[in-house]
């Protein structure tokens, strides 16, 4: 982490009051989920921006855990491809080029229109339209916060996880990981071009047309890929 003085605790789950709320729960292994929870949003929220190196000390001290089960935190995000071991045994946040943002992108193309088409009519009701309300609801923000990052995880997760293919729907989750972390590294937002490419993917769900969903997703993935471009080259 950098030098300057961050304030992460406000945005972290309290780890003393979850520890003693229970017998037994403040061992390594349910401090090690939480840190490693709490870690996880921070990076994908673009709290932790890509390259930043983690110092273990001082991260410890602001979760309230020992260094134990943060660094089996640590180990499991590198495991995940969201930290990199640094030569001098540290971590830091992957940093994705521009390169590899563009060409997970076309696979995410490939991956997510097959999901989405096959999931068309197979999400509840329900489910879809509170997704739609809350997609409405961040659709007037001045930009794209943790709210926003939580329910575009909600939806395309939703759609991967309702084709049936759990190989497909894991593929699909590593990618968004990837894409993700070249966003972290480059501040980019697109709230209300979101808004409006997210509530046609979930008319299209509503509707059941398999056709109608895979070219919303489609129109959507290449849309945001030319927009970083866009944005990359000052056009």
Request: no cysteine; hydrophobic share 40%; aromatic share 2%.
């Amino acid at each position: 982490m950098k030098s300057k003085k961050r304030t992460l605790a406000p945005e972290l789950p309290d780890l003393s009051s979850t520890a003693q709320s229970g017998r037994g729960i403040r061992n390594t292994a349910n401090l090690s989920k939480l840190a490693h929870r709490a870690l996880t949003e921070l990076i994908l929220t673009r709290e932790l921006p890509g390259g930043e190196v983690i110092i273990e000390g001082r991260l410890a001290e602001t979760l309230d855990v020992s260094r134990t089960p943060l660094r089996e935190a640590l180990v499991r995000l590198a495991g995940e491809g969201l930290l990199v071991k640094q030569a001098s045994r540290s971590f830091a946040v992957r940093k994705v080029s521009a390169s590899e943002f563009f060409q997970s992108m076309k696979v995410r193309e490939t991956l997510e229109a097959e999901a989405t088409s096959t999931a068309a009519g197979r999400i509840p009701t329900d489910e879809l339209m509170d997704i739609r309300r809350e997609v409405q609801r961040l659709s007037t923000a001045r930009r794209q916060g943790r709210a926003h990052w939580q329910t575009d995880d909600r939806l395309h997760m939703a759609l991967a996880n309702a084709s049936g293919n759990a190989v497909l729907a894991e593929m699909i989750r590593e990618l968004r990981i990837r894409t993700r972390l070249f966003e972290v590294a480059r501040p980019f937002d697109r709230v209300r071009i979101d808004a409006e490419e997210h509530l046609a993917i979930i008319d299209a769900q509503l509707s059941g047309d398999a056709r109608e969903a895979r070219r919303t997703m489609l129109r959507h993935l290449r849309n945001l890929r030319k927009d970083v471009m866009e944005a990359l080259t000052g056009r």
